[in-house]
């Protein structure tokens, strides 16, 4: 849940509106699916960015107040990124199914490298070393180092 979407969950509740009448309003003819859309929104801050500024719109939400609580709820993310991770591997078994092995405290990035890169060697797996919130380094299966996202 973000800052964005418990205010707008407030002003909703404050104001009465069901999501059902909501979702009518932005113009759903299938109005199970519009509050779908909206609760789902509600409930994990995830929302189609053509959808925000109608949604505000209908709840009588400005603009200036969607600017702050997007800010606010950057600045939680680049808080949240900033926390220290231990650094770990996490290698690809299988499409959509990944399993985590954790690296010795204390190890150096260049060791970490060399292990991402001997476990996908051997395993014949993809791996990704996750260095920190910030920090993914991918190896295929050859072991070859591919991206380093920062």
Same mark, same amino acid.
């Not at 690809?92 to 260049?110: A, F, N, Q, Y």
């Not at 014949?124 to 190896?139: E, G, P």
């Given at each position: 849940?973000?800052?964005?979407?418990?205010?707008?969950?407030?002003? =909703?509740?404050?104001? %009465?509106?069901?999501?059902?009448?909501?979702?009518?309003?932005?113009?759903? +003819?299938?109005?199970?699916?519009? !509050?779908?859309?909206?609760?789902?929104? #509600? $409930?994990?801050?995830?929302?189609?960015?053509?959808?925000?500024?109608?949604?505000?719109?209908?709840?009588?939400?400005?603009? &200036?107040?969607?600017?702050?609580?997007?800010?606010?709820?950057? $600045?939680?993310?680049?808080?949240?990124? &900033? #926390?220290?991770?231990?650094? %770990?591997?996490?290698?690809?078994?299988?499409?959509?199914?990944?399993?985590?092995?954790?690296?010795?405290?204390?190890? +150096?990035?260049?060791? !970490?490298?060399?292990?991402? +890169?001997?476990?996908?060697?051997?395993?014949?797996?993809?791996?990704?070393?996750?260095?920190? =919130? =910030?920090?993914?380094?991918?190896?295929?299966?050859?072991?070859?180092? %591919?991206? #380093?996202?920062?």
């Amino acid at each position: 849940m973000t800052n964005l979407s418990k205010y707008f969950r407030f002003v =909703r509740a404050r104001d %009465h509106v069901p999501l059902s009448t909501l979702a009518k309003i932005l113009g759903y +003819s299938n109005l199970s699916k519009g !509050a779908n859309k909206i609760t789902r929104f #509600e $409930q994990t801050g995830e929302i189609d960015p053509r959808l925000l500024l109608p949604l505000a719109t209908a709840l009588g939400i400005s603009t &200036d107040i969607l600017r702050e609580l997007k800010a606010r709820d950057r $600045q939680a993310r680049e808080r949240w990124a &900033d #926390e220290p991770v231990e650094p %770990h591997l996490v290698i690809r078994l299988m499409p959509s199914i990944c399993g985590r092995k954790d690296l010795p405290k204390g190890i +150096s990035r260049e060791r !970490a490298e060399r292990v991402a +890169s001997v476990t996908a060697r051997r395993s014949k797996m993809k791996v990704a070393l996750i260095w920190n =919130r =910030r920090t993914t380094i991918t190896f295929d299966e050859k072991g070859i180092r %591919h991206t #380093e996202d920062e």
